[in-house]
T-cell receptor, first 112, second 115 residues
């Protein structure tokens, strides 16, 4: 079964607004990653946060991780039309296999 | 680097035909993954290889699906015979290692339509 579940499934905002997406998972993890998928394309890695980290920043992206609640959030600040895409969280289990388990994704639409 | 290369990009076939999808991972990457993406089921891991050896094929839906990696630079995913429910986008991805910080690099995908 899928490890991660994103919330909301779909989000529509105006350009310039912030977008927040949430991810919940079920088992212990080594790290959690966020990926973006533009329509008709493959997934692209955005940011990784380790299980011993609580917050991480990369440009306009801010990721938080709460291992006690088994949840993470991705915040995109000052959104742009080019941010329109689907966003997926992915977890790597503590057994450190090569596998990533992806959530169902949040579809973000940023209106110009 | 050209990234992960997949071919064909689009495939339309009739039920019962054999379909072969191809993938060239990024040079030097030890791990190769095959995923299937549909609206209903999302992104599913089908199988992955480490150093050309299949490690976990628990996601392969049934015996009609098979995957091979004859060398470090080439992998195939075969469906024989194909069925309409196999229609999906199939992604190949590769990564350098399975260490704590390794990420996966995805190809552009093959959109398969089985009529």
């Amino acid at each position: 079964s899928q490890q991660g579940e994103e919330d909301p499934q779909a989000l529509s905002i105006q350009e310039g607004e912030n977008a927040t997406m949430n991810c919940s998972y079920k088992t212990s993890i080594n790290n959690l990653q966020w990926y973006r998928q533009n329509s008709g394309r493959g997934l692209v890695h955005l940011i990784l946060i380790r299980s011993n980290e609580r917050e991480k920043h990369s440009g306009r992206l801010r990721v938080t991780l709460d291992t006690s609640k088994k949840s993470s959030s991705l915040l995109i600040t000052a959104s742009r039309a080019a941010d329109t895409a689907s966003y997926f969280c992915a977890t790597r289990g503590s057994s450190n296999t090569g596998k990533l388990i992806f959530g169902q994704g949040t579809t973000l639409q940023v209106k110009p | 680097d050209a990234g992960v290369i997949q071919s064909p990009r689009h495939e339309v076939t009739e039920m019962g035909q054999e379909v072969t999808l191809r993938c060239k991972p990024i040079s030097g990457h030890d791990y190769l993954f095959w995923y299937r993406q549909t609206m209903m089921r999302g992104l599913e891991l089908l199988i992955y290889f480490n150093n050309n050896v299949p490690i976990d094929d628990s996601g392969m839906p049934e015996d009609r699906f098979s995957a091979k990696m004859p060398n470090a630079s080439f992998s195939t995913l075969k469906i024989q015979p194909s069925e309409p429910r196999d229609s999906a986008v199939y992604f190949c991805a590769s990564s350098f290692r399975a260490s704590d910080t390794d990420t996966q690099y995805f190809g552009p995908g093959t959109r398969l339509t089985v009529l």
